[in-house]
């Protein structure tokens, strides 16, 4: 019998013969909002549901009903019950009608009329079919005739404490097992009356008795999706117990023979924390579905099936968990997917020969790696990337490059945990470090990176040992440009950004004689959304005292103010390409008249050319750079030498389809524009080799595109100007890690013979978990031509 107590402090607890919960007939669901003001239910309702293993005969019994506030004159409003109710099974008490709503209950079995409160009041399940007299929480916990009982809202009379409020659109509704306190065992949700058949509001068909393996099916999306389910049993191998997205996974211990159909399965619970432990042995119902993370009509991303919904019973606890799949270095295939040119979503799972059907067929259900290596350090988020196959296509540092858009690292996998943080802080790693010991825990499908490892295990952090990189000292004949992507960087950031990016100049990239930036931002950064605000003069002061203070030179800064909201970028940041160079060893040749819309043009002077306004904007009005960083163009001189910098910032990547969605292959729609302002560029380039075939002229940027791509392909093609990218070792070519693979999204592209130059990636953020900027720096030491 189950205790109804009191809240703290007000009356005594209850005998503890009276405390245990009940483990067979339970109240599953209460609704008084039927019938009123933007109801959609035309009735009340009461649900019971059988937790037990035997049916259980209902005659003699009652469901009774007590104000939220009772006065001293309230009496128990009661509904007696006849007929038995089978195991697993619900049984529907219809209560009043109102003239609202629209849909009827499902053919109820029992009706009364008691006319139940929306919001607050009190339901008892009574071994009896007299009223009850009690009136507070102490004396109901004292009768041994009530059998189980929830109090919602305020409602005086309740278990520890009450279920939250409902209204005329939400029910309360039990979440699993019984723990005999309100508050935790209910939560406020669409009512979704069943009767004792199975059938539900609207003639709803009854629930499917499915298992794990029904319910994945051999495709991406459940041949049950949208479907009631009941009877499906497994054994509780990890639960979430934070977040909005809480639950828990379960795998049948008993499977099919088909390597398609995973038999591990999520069951969704929202933000209620689930009532199970590992070991539990489970009996679920609820309603199939696939999570997309924006829409199921047009997601880029592939779907999680879940159980929504659900409701539960522990038939056991203690019993042995499904062994995980072990991952060794060829467990997972070494290609991608079918390349179907389309959705992939129908197409039968190939777990054998695609490693995205091989994750799929093990949505749910727990693996385990040993001894894995980080290839991408913990994020703000509290992940991590590892190798599953810890010789593919490796760095020198320890992560994973990326070499193609057909050459996919099958190996890398996220890692994420379930372990509350209190009991065990998410791990900080970086790039090399080793996951040492088991990780283990189910597969989840997130749209953030793919398949995921949701550690309810996790191993030990090995350090790999990789140092922020120090560049040389250019020597006093060398020109030394570099270029630094510093991420979103305003003057309304904190002074340890200023001073992390500071000494990274001074001290790892050793003071450049120029350097292009990107992203700076306007004075007021995201926070000045359209207040007119694009001067970034504030932000670069800051900027240039930072290196100061940090040891290095006065650096002077050169840059354009773009037009208010038409650059991109973070929405008010008003971010811009711009220019640091040190006096003291180069000059700035300035010409003035360039602005946000005047493009930049080239002057013949003497068989030599410069530019009509320097800084200058290419071309800026061409539509290449709609809601995107204008290059701008900068005329300097080295020992009485000109050299031309061009700084870039490409487009973003932003609406191109994950390698891992459900789109193979994927399409890059960002390549488009990107391809449009290589060609912009690349024209600009080539009038300014017309006429000085001997011009010194450096590309650099972030042109947010790899070294084999189309953007890149047109700005190389033909010989003029080389990306200094290819000319380092293989396992050195990257400047950004993403999903865990090192790749290329900066570039210094030169005019002159590459052999005659010094190139370096100065390897300082990307791989290291603490980072001023997402961004490595890269710098070029060189003797310009006279």
């Known amino acids: 019998m189950l205790a109804v107590l009191a809240a703290a402090g007000l009356v005594a607890a209850a005998p503890v013969a009276l405390a245990a919960p009940s483990a067979d007939l339970l109240i599953g669901e209460v609704y008084g909002g ?99 007299t009690c009136l507070a929480a102490a004396d109901c916990a004292a009768d041994p005739a009530i059998h189980d009982l929830v109090g919602y809202g305020a409602a005086t ?68 999706k949208g479907k009631k389910v009941a009877g499906v049993t497994g054994i509780v191998t990890a639960t979430r117990a934070f977040g909005s997205a809480r639950g828990f996974w379960i795998t ?9 159909t995973s038999e591990g399965l999520q069951i969704f619970t929202g933000s209620t924390t689930p009532t199970v432990a590992v070991g539990d042995a489970v009996t679920v119902s609820g309603t199939v579905s696939e999570f997309y993370p924006d829409s199921p009509t047009d997601s880029n991303y592939q779907s999680a ?58 949505e749910g259900e727990s693996v385990s790696i040993s001894d894995a290596r980080v290839v991408g350090p913990t994020t703000q988020y509290n992940e991590l990337y590892v190798t599953t196959k810890p010789t593919e296509n490796p760095t020198s540092r320890g992560g994973t490059l990326y070499l193609g858009y057909d050459k996919p690292n099958m190996g890398v996998l996220k890692i994420e945990s379930l372990i509350p943080y209190a009991q065990r802080p998410f791990p900080v790693v970086n790039t090399g470090d080793k996951l040492t010991g088991v990780t283990s825990g189910p597969v989840e499908y997130d749209q953030f990176g793919g398949y995921t ?37 305003s003057a309304v950031d904190t002074q340890e950004k200023f001073d992390q990016l500071a000494h990274g100049i001074v001290d790892n990239l050793s003071s450049p004689d120029i350097l292009t930036l990107e992203e700076i931002q306007d004075n007021n950064g995201a926070g000045g959304n359209g207040d007119g605000v694009v001067v970034a003069d504030q932000t670069l002061q800051r900027f240039t005292d930072a290196i100061v203070a940090a040891g ?92 031309f910098v061009i700084a870039n910032h490409f487009n973003s990547k932003g609406g191109d389809q994950p390698t891992h969605g459900r789109y193979q292959p994927p399409t890059r729609s960002s390549e488009v524009q990107r391809g449009n302002q290589a060609r912009v560029l690349r024209g600009f380039v080539d009038q300014l080799l017309a006429d000085d075939r001997g011009a010194n002229v450096i590309v ?87």
Request: charged share 20%.
């Open 34 to 132: 039927g019938g009123n003001v933007g109801a959609t239910l035309t009735s009340d309702f009461i649900e019971l549901t059988n937790a037990g293993r035997t049916a259980l005969s209902l005659d003699g019994w009652s469901v009774q009903y007590l104000p939220a506030s009772p006065s001293a004159s309230s009496k128990w409003q009661v509904t007696p019950l006849t007929g038995t109710v089978a195991p697993g099974a619900r049984y529907l008490v219809a209560e009043s009608t109102g003239s609202g709503g629209a849909v009827a209950l499902p053919t109820p079995d029992a009706t009364g009329g008691i006319a139940l409160a929306a919001g607050a009041g009190t339901v008892a399940l009574v071994h009896a079919t007299s009223a009850l």
């Open 552 to 643: 290095g030179p006065r650096y002077e800064w050169r840059e354009i103010d773009p037009r208010e909201g038409k650059d991109g970028g973070e929405p008010g940041g008003n971010i811009r390409v711009g220019f640091l160079f040190n006096p003291d060893r180069v000059s700035f040749v300035d010409r003035p008249g360039g602005d946000a819309t005047t493009p930049v043009s080239l002057v013949q002077d003497h068989r030599k050319v410069h530019l009509s306004v320097s800084p200058g904007r290419i071309d800026p009005a061409n539509e290449a750079w709609t809601d995107s960083r204008k290059p701008l163009a900068g005329e300097f001189v080295f020992r009485g030498r000109t050299v």
């Open 700 to 786: 650099a940027g972030d042109l947010n595109d790899y070294q084999f791509s189309p953007a890149l392909e047109t700005l190389t093609t033909g010989g003029k100007l080389t990306d200094l990218i290819n000319t380092l070792p293989a396992g050195e070519r990257y400047s950004y890690v993403y999903e865990g693979n090192s790749q290329v999204l900066d570039h210094i592209l030169t005019a002159q013979d590459p052999h005659g130059m010094d190139y370096d990636i100065v390897h300082v953020n990307a791989e290291f978990a603490a980072q001023a900027s997402d961004h490595d720096p890269q710098i070029v030491r060189f003797r310009p031509r006279g």
């Open 305 to 362: 099936t879940e159980l929504t919904d659900p409701q539960w019973t522990v038939q056991s606890s203690g019993n042995p968990i499904p062994a995980p799949t072990v991952l060794t270095s060829d467990t997972v295939p070494d290609s991608l997917a079918p390349q179907s040119g389309g959705n992939i979503e129908s197409l039968p799972l190939e777990p054998a020969k695609y490693s995205l059907d091989f994750w799929e067929a093990h």
């Open 252 to 260: 049948d211990p008993q499977p099919d023979n088909d390597p398609r």
């Open 453 to 489: 490892l949701q550690a309810n295990v996790l191993g030990s952090v090995q350090s790999g040992g990789i140092a922020r990189e120090v560049t040389r000292k250019q020597q006093p004949g060398e020109l030394a440009i570099a270029t630094y992507n510093v991420e979103n960087l």
């Open 157 to 224: 009379v309740r278990e520890i404490a009450p279920a939250p409020a409902a209204s005329n659109t939400t029910s309360v509704s039990r979440t699993g097992a019984d723990t005999d306190n309100n508050a935790a065992d209910f939560t406020a949700s669409p009512p979704t009356p069943v009767n004792s058949k199975g059938e539900t509001s609207g003639g709803g068909t009854p629930p499917v008795s499915a298992k794990v393996h029904d319910i994945q099916g051999t495709t991406r999306v459940s041949p049950l």
